[in-house]
């Protein structure tokens, strides 16, 4: 088991709708878990990031993570246009730069105007 | 602030030739990394340095090197490139968070496009 499973879509939605993007991932030491969000040919810019088990929210985005069940998940309301990007969940066990950061394969996300 | 730069954008190389791939950012971060990204894939750490003439290994370094003599620079070097090579290449880089250790904000380069036939 590989350990961070992303469904790597391609996900389609009209605009206006909810979107949600979802991680897994096997290793019980991650605690910090991070959504990067890459535009085509840019690099990732992060978009949300939060601590352990929890909801997170900033304006139309909002991150859980279920711990119990090693889930996390990125909720989008109202999707735009502009949101159409490729999301990667991203996690680590410690704060230290040896272990760096553990990134999901990334969902290719289209919103339709 | 610039950010994070990296050149070339594109680049085409043989079967066994060398190149280094440039790295700079302005923002007197502390940590800098490399990552390559391969299609459908997420991001694979290559190398990385926590501050002026230290590295390490990251996941995947086999056929890589670095060096990191300035804060602001962090080149990667491949010594006979090979078609497993071929790759988009990240650079990013991250500042000390207050709690010490690196800040889970990376920020990333535009990207080095890298095709080995």
């Keep these: 088991q590989k350990e961070v499973e992303q469904d790597p879509g391609p996900l389609s939605v009209p605009e206006g709708a909810i979107v949600s993007l979802n991680c897994t991932y096997s290793n019980s030491a ?3 878990f991070m959504w990067y969000r890459q535009y085509s040919r840019k690099g990732p810019e992060l978009l949300m990031y939060t601590y352990s088990s929890g909801n997170k929210e900033d304006g139309r ?9 090693k889930y996390i998940s990125l909720f989008i309301r109202d999707s735009q246009p502009s949101d159409s990007a490729t999301y990667l969940c991203a996690m680590s066990a410690r704060n230290q730069a040896g272990t760096a950061l553990i990134f999901g394969k990334g969902t290719t996300l289209s919103v339709s105007s | 602030n610039a950010g994070v730069t990296q050149t070339p954008k ?20 502390n940590y800098m990394y490399w990552y390559r990204q391969d299609p459908g894939m997420g991001l694979k750490l290559i190398y990385y340095s926590v501050g002026a003439g230290i590295t390490d290994k990251g996941e995947v370094p086999n056929g890589y090197n670095v060096s990191r003599s ?8 491949l010594e006979l490139a090979a078609p497993s090579q071929t790759s988009v ?3 990013a880089s991250s ?3 207050v709690a010490g250790g690196p800040s889970y904000e990376q920020y990333f380069g535009p990207g080095t496009r890298l095709t080995v036939t």
Excluded: W
């Excluded at chain 1, 985005?61 to 069940?69: H, I, M, R, Y």
């Design chain 1, 61 to 69: 985005f909002t991150a859980q993570v279920d711990k119990s069940s």
């Design chain 2, 10 to 29: 594109f680049r085409i190389l043989k079967i066994g030739q060398s190149m280094t791939l440039q790295c700079t950012q302005d923002m007197n971060h």
């Design chain 2, 95 to 97: 500042y000390v968070a």
């Design chain 2, 89 to 91: 290449y990240f650079c």
């Design chain 1, 30 to 32: 991650f605690q910090y």
């Design chain 2, 70 to 77: 300035t804060t602001e620079d962090f080149p990667l070097r």
